[in-house]
């Protein structure tokens, strides 16, 4: 079983619509979390961290379920320029090196 | 912001060319990290360095060494280059204080013929 896993996608949904996907992790004693979008060619950047209560940035939502081991990012009224690879990412021991990346989901907005 | 520059953006070499990669941040960061990103793999560490002159072995350093010498600047070096290396490589720094928030350069992708 991979460290942390994403569903590839790719997600196609219509501009304006509310898009979620979920990452699962195996290690329960991980620390930290993350979500990175990658567009195309580019490299990854940090699109937020995810604390334990729950955070949004406008119209973006993450959410950590420490029980189930899960992390999920929630898009409300998807634009265009939404159209990336979303990365999660697990720090699980808190140390500096151990950093585990999903392979991504890729999410495709129309018009 | 903190910079993280890449030299090389694109490169081809041949097969057994000797290959160097280099990586340059601007915000006193102790952590470095070299990976490589390929298709339905993801992210894999290649070389992970704590502070001048230290590191550690990533998940594949095979083919790889790398080499810090001055706190901004890590260098990914391949001895021998093969075809399957051919790959895009990111470069990544983080300071010790924080949120564990890595930056990326971005990235030099490499072609071995």
């Known amino acids: 079983r991979k460290e942390v896993e994403q569903d590839p996608g790719p997600f196609n949904v219509p501009e304006g619509a509310t898009v979620a996907f979920n990452c699962t992790y195996s290690n329960s004693a991980s620390q930290s979390f993350f979500w990175y979008r990658q567009d195309c060619r580019k490299e990854p950047k940090l699109l937020m961290s995810?604390?334990?209560s729950g955070n949004e940035d406008g119209r973006f939502t993450a959410q950590l379920n420490r029980a189930s081991q899960y992390i999920s990012l929630l898009i409300r009224d998807s634009k265009l320029s939404d159209s990336a690879t979303y990365l999660c990412?697990?720090?699980?021991?808190?140390?500096?090196?151990?950093?585990?990346f999903g392979s991504g989901t890729r999410l495709s907005i129309r018009p | 912001d903190v910079k993280v520059t890449q030299s090389s953006r694109y490169l081809v070499k041949r097969t057994g060319e000797k290959v160097f990669l280099e990586c340059v941040q601007d915000m006193d960061h102790e952590n470095m990290f070299w990976y490589r990103q390929d298709p339905g793999l993801g992210l894999r560490l290649i070389y992970f360095?704590?502070?001048?002159?230290?590191?550690e072995k990533g998940d594949i350093p095979e083919g790889y060494s790398v080499s810090r010498e001055k706190k901004e600047r890590f260098s990914l070096i391949l001895e021998s280059a093969s075809t399957n290396q051919t790959s895009m490589y990111l470069c990544?720094?983080?300071?010790?204080?924080?949120?564990?928030?890595?930056?990326f350069g971005a990235g030099s992708r490499l072609t071995v013929l």
């Open positions: 995810v604390y334990s």
């Open positions: 990544a720094s983080r300071g010790v204080s924080g949120a564990n928030v890595l930056t």
């Open positions: 360095s704590y502070d001048v002159k230290m590191k």
């Open positions: 990412v697990v720090n699980p021991y808190s140390s500096a090196s151990k950093i585990i």
